[in-house]
């Protein structure tokens, strides 16, 4: 990474473009859709994404839901197939629906409840986070290498796919 903190063009192990599969997500409210776009945004800015073997990126990464499976499409910066690794849903079942769950808490307390109880969902909010990051990170060993920002990252919008399937 670079002193100012975005991605540093030289470095191979990082993703440039995001796309995630209009056919697997819906509009939704305009809460999620923020925590959609600042997710791509933030991801774009610093990650580390290195899929096994002799891949050499820079990358895009395509995401999908297709029969209940998770797909990571990914290319080469010119748009050249480098992988694609389809993944099962059901170890990140549970953690996504009380992600969702904890999530409508904490967009309701924002409009209307005291600073420390919104600090306390959100406190909350990120711990389940973290979960899911970490089994995503598990799921994805000996496929791609992510550092934990980037899992936290990938996790929000693997959730915003989530949110019509």
Request: hydrophobic share 40%; with cysteine.
């Amino acid at each position: 990474m670079t002193e100012g903190g975005g991605a540093d063009p030289q470095d191979k192990a990082r993703l440039v473009e995001i796309e995630l599969d209009e056919a697997s997500i819906a509009r939704s409210t305009p809460d999620v859709e923020h925590e959609r776009a600042v997710a791509i945004y933030d991801l774009i800015e610093e990650n580390r994404f290195e899929p096994a073997g002799e891949l050499e990126g820079p990358f895009r990464l395509r995401l999908s839901i297709l029969e209940k499976r998770l797909v990571f499409e990914v290319t080469f910066e010119d748009g050249r197939p480098a992988v694609t690794h389809i993944l099962s849903l059901t170890p990140l079942r549970k953690i996504i629906k009380d992600y969702f769950l904890i999530c409508e808490s904490y967009f309701e307390a924002i409009r209307s409840a005291t600073p420390s109880q919104i600090e306390a969902i959100d406190m909350g909010r990120r711990g389940v986070h973290n979960d899911g990051s970490q089994i995503l990170m598990e799921r994805l060993e000996g496929k791609i290498a992510l550092d934990m920002q980037t899992a936290r990252r990938l996790f929000t919008l693997i959730c915003a796919l989530h949110w019509k399937g």
